[in-house]
Each structure stands twice: as C-alpha cells, then as structure tokens.
C-alpha cells in the first residue's frame, strides 16, 4: 500500500525550471530517506539527489549540483525537486523513491528542449 505518485514533469526550454513533487502515503514518511531519479532512453536510471529523513543530509549528482534542489515537507508526505537552468541532457523520465524496502513512483516526463 506504499504510494508515491510524481508530478510536475512537462515540456521546458534549456535554461528554464521545473519543480516536481513527489506525494508519498502508506508509511512514515517522516522516518525515511528519500530520492529522485531519472532514466533518459538508453541509459540506466541513475541518482539525482536524495535527502536524509529530517532533511539535514543533502547529496547530488555531480551533473546536477547547483541547479538542482531537493527537499521534504514531513507535514505533507512531499519530497520535492527544483530544478533551474535546465539542459537537454535532463531529459528523462524522472522518479520518487523510497528505500527500505524500495519503492517507486509511476515517473513523470521532464523534455528539455528548444
């Protein structure tokens, strides 16, 4: 009954922004790292950032650092992911995850392009 269901995603020109937002149910939320993903075609699913349960402990890719920002909201069950000055290469399906045991969302688009 773990839920995460993704939103946010759509169509933005290189150097725009988005903010997805990942609303989570069926466990506490609170008590569990979180983490967004993403998978471009032919590419594995790699990590974009994740954030420890209380929020103190931040990582990013290396591809993402300084534009994106995740963050938690343990009062609405959302974890979120600004992301500015985008690039082609964000393109991708991007995911919600919860871990242990994993859990993933459905996955929205993100398609930058011109």
């Known amino acids: 009954q773990v839920q995460l269901v993704e939103s946010g995603g759509g169509l933005v020109q290189p150097g725009g922004s988005l903010r997805l937002s990942c609303a989570a149910s069926g466990f506490t939320f609170s008590i569990y790292p979180m983490g967004w993903y993403r998978q471009a075609p032919g590419k594995q699913r790699e990590l974009v950032a994740q954030i420890s349960s209380g929020g103190s402990r931040i990582d990013y890719a290396d591809s993402v650092k300084g534009r994106f920002t995740i963050s938690r909201d343990n009062t609405q069950n959302t974890v979120y992911l600004q992301m500015n000055s985008l690039k082609s290469e964000d393109t991708a399906v991007y995911y919600c995850?919860?871990?242990?045991?994993?859990?993933w969302g459905q996955g929205t688009q993100v398609t930058v392009s011109s």
């Open positions: 995850n919860k871990r242990p045991p994993n859990a």
